[in-house]
């Protein structure tokens, strides 16, 4: 079960503040990533890093924006299957006008 989940938010931002604070270092990104990804095995709901990210993109499960709430499925899929992922992130960002 996901607790905390990164929404459409960290497209292009990728920050770290939030990888910093993660006590259970729950937060993923690599190179090729245009987001970073809760690990929802280690997540434990702490909310650290929803007070550090910068950019607001960080919520609860339950609090999910309707707007976002495909993006609890992108988190848990990318530690399954990072290249669909990263293909639908790409489109995501396309459809937000967002520069990569």
Request: charged share 25%.
């Amino acid at each position: 079960m996901m607790t905390c989940v990164i929404t459409e938010t960290c497209i292009g931002v990728k920050g770290e503040a939030c990888m910093e604070v993660c006590p259970e270092f729950a937060i993923f990104s690599e190179p090729e990533d245009l987001m970073s990804f809760i690990d929802p095995a280690r997540c434990t709901d702490c909310g650290a890093c929803m007070e550090a990210c910068v950019v607001g993109a960080i919520y609860p499960q339950t609090d999910l924006p309707r707007a976002s709430v495909e993006f609890e499925q992108i988190n848990e899929q990318w530690f399954r299957r990072r290249a669909g992922v990263r293909e639908r992130v790409r489109e995501i960002a396309t459809s937000l006008g967002v520069l990569i």
